[in-house]
């Protein structure tokens, strides 16, 4: 099995290799992929909304297609470009920094990721076929109960499967992190990056139910006629915000929970220090957890739910701000005193910090329930959560991709364009939305298609339309960076960032099978112990024997599509009865796929001792 | 019984004794479970009860019947369960939020 | 050697469902599962109590119910739970004909209890003309009993693909695991039911 890997294969048999793979870092790899592919189709929407604000009265687009850019921009960076990036990350480098072999679910791994691709393509058809959501990312049932056409629709189907997807990787992880940890990894050897992953996938999993429900509720409103949202037979919009924001505020922590695990991965290793404070950067992103599930009214403020529960909401919010500051100092305390190199992926560590503690300040001046009365629904909203999703988020994505692109695909990011890429999204990024602070203060609402002449809205809203030039400048900039690296780019060995943690102990890319012998791990920064106190190698933790790995599978694929195809059916079975057999045929061959395999067992296959052995050889000689 | 005989050489006799142990205590919650019922049933059946009075004791009857169910038909308080305990008690712990937030501050 | 996982009886280990790996995985990853659940559960819930009142001049809670038929159900369900425990009971002593006659009991009565829901649905859409539709206490209702009946027929479902795939060939380590998953499963459709019961039915009774 292991032979075929290295012989030239045909374009044919590539593709079907990914389609069928069940390996966590092909699949993390599709995940960036899809991801990224997301990411550039919600940074074209985001351009257009921009141009259209570039100056007032403005007629780039019509009030509709606005609508439907800034719904998309909203839906497609958060659930379709944000979250899949960071599960990507996860699954390529989580493994790897806990010493296993796969995941723990290879095969619902595969699913996790193709619901998502097809929910994905199923949410951006609505572009061709009458009209996206426009009902904003929320999609309130208030708006989405009174969009015409099928716009909502397309949100209610899409977000339902690549939902589901998600919830399949969260409970995949946290099995993961349970079981598979190598010899000697206990919890609290476990590098941030992994902590990260385990506390948001436990997020993932109860948060998301609450979404799945609200879009049930939304679904049978829509098309089934029921009465939950329907005020005339007794039904209550209020409802759907509680739910949406139950599921939704936990989600910002879901965005931005792994990527203080990248950072602080980061920070150690190009400050060449342990991580300062370790203990309490597990026990403040616990703390963020927590008190993350307890906040969710602080996006209804202005709901009317009485000044006690304002209250105690407004307190909850800003508690968050203490852990979150034990986690900026414990970063710049990583710094302080250690040998720092100031590459690439440390450029966007050091802009993190900054900025993310600038969208965290204004967080806490929102949490004030009543000076929020004023903000609500104002651009200093907008500006408040880009400050800290991208600020945050996107930042990180960037620190992990330039850090963990070596160990993905053997060769480094090219450095130079890498700071150019950091440069021009940086300026670009404050550009784009310090300003927005202000607009909102002077009382730009959110959302509004145009604005007028003479309300001083003019100069701000135009300079924020050039940083958003920048920004996408960036972005190509990164682009061109990944073919030129593909093309010209150097070689990596192994550990190309004299690592601290697993990952770098073995070849990049890793083989398939990650470990000839799980690593035996000694205790945090399992590899930095090797280097000072051993030969730099990681002691082997088990001996040599055969290895148990999972087969590919093409039933996820298949079984994915047969969702989709039931998708398409939900959302057309109101106008045509085609739209039945869609939605019966598609569930059918998707329940067919499950009972095949069901049915069929699978073992999985063993290498062979030998073939590891060999490998160990051609390592030890290099 | 053949099957019984069968059974013997397959498992060892201290694992087998511990299993009917268990099962012991199974078969004594399942009739305490159907007890509580029974209580719950007729508490309402008999329509004496105010509710204020009535319903805090079907909710507390319905908590200690599913712990029954979580601890001896699911095994919770068993060696190697500490995982599956912390999630479900979170579980619970969001679920409590949601059920506060939907059954208190949704007015209108 | 170890391809095959079927292991000889004499040498089954205490707890099948949970010696390999992948056993311990399957078991792991349900209990997070069922986490999940409550969560999802808990939100139908929530709706439930926030809308009971919501019949906008249609048939209340107090019209509607009756208690025998719920009394009956829950019976029901109850004693699927204590079965599927006996047949778990008889998987751990490794007798597989046992296990394979109380998962089918388990399985027959989750079908009467499947029935009985259809019929008590059946009977309030046509003798009270209370459905889906009629108002938001409607909706949910029908959202909640019928997100836990789903659940009974997938359950269902996963108990006849399990017990068909595997009526011929034993117990081993392989598919011990996948029939611990399914009573643990089993076992949290009866938690919510009880809750069901208690906060629909009964609650519904005594305002």
Redesign the interface.
Known sequence: MGIAATEKRSIGAFIWDYLTTVDHKKIGILYILGGGFFFLLGGLEAMVIRIQLIEPNNDFVSAQTFNEMLTMHGTTMIFLAAMPIIIGLMNVAMPLQIGARDVAFPFLNALGFWLFMFGGILLNLSWFLGGAPDAGWTSYASLAMDSPGHGVDFYISGLQIAGAGTLMGGINF?ATI?NMRGPGMTYLRMPMFAWATLITS?LI???FP?LTINLFLLMFDRMFDTAFFNVNLGG????YQ??FW?FGHPEVYILILPVFGIFSDVFSTFSKKRLFGYTAMVFATMLIAFLG??V??HHMFTVG??PV?NAIFAVGTMAIAVPTGIKIFNWLATMWGGNITINAAMHWALGFIPSFTIGGMTGVMLGSAVADYQYHDTYFVVAHFHYVIIGGTVFGIFAGLHYWWPKMFGKILNETLGKITFWLFFIGFHLTFMIQHFLGLMGMPRRYWVFLEGRELDLGNFISTIGAFFMAAGVIVFLYNIIHTAIKGEQAGADPWDGRTLEWSIASPPPYYNFEQLPLTRGLDPLWIEKTEGNGKIVPGEPLGDVHMPNGSILPFLMSFGFFVAGLGFIYQVDHWLGYIALYGGMAFAIGCMIVRSLKDDHGYYIPKEELEEALVEREAD | MV?QA??E???NAY??E??KE??KK??IS?AL??VL?LI??G???SGH?E?IF??PI??M??II??GF??YY??HLKDK??G??AT??Y??????????A???V???? | MSIDHSLF??T?P?NPE?ATLEGKNKF?GL??F??????L???L???Y??LKNSTAGGPSSTDLFG?EL??FM??LL?SS??TS??AM?HM????F??MMLWLGITGLLGIGFLACEIYEFAHYIIDYDFTFRSSAFGSAFYALVGFHGGHVIFGISWLIVLMIRNARRGLNLYNAPKFNTFS?YW??I??VW??V???VY??G???
């Not at chain 2, 979170?90 to 059920?99: H, I, K, S």
């Not at chain 3, 069922?34 to 969560?39: N, P």
């Not at chain 3, 751990?92 to 007798?95: A, E, L, P, S, T």
């Open positions: 946290i349970v436990i999993l109860f948060a609450a209550n919009q209020v409802i509680h739910l139950i599930f307890m969710w009214a739910l009485g529960a | 099957n069968n059974t050489e397959k498992v694992e087998q511990r299993n268990e099962m199974q078969v399942f479970m159907i019922t719950s049933f508490l309402v059946a009860l509710s009535a319903i079907l909710l009857m319905a019947q599913v169910q979580f038909f699911m190697g369960h995982m599956p999630l479900i979170g579980g619970v712990w969001a679920a409590l939020l949601t059920l937030g939907l059954g501050i949704s007015w209108w | 009886p004499e089954m205490s949970r792991m209990w997070f069922l986490g999940g659940e409550t969560v559960f808990a939100c819930f929530g709706i109590i926030a208690l719920v009394f829950t019976v109850l739970s204590l425990v006996y009971y751990r002593n490794n007798d004909k046992k643990l076992h949290f009866d938690v009880v809750f019961f208690t906060v009964l609650m009774m005594v305002s």
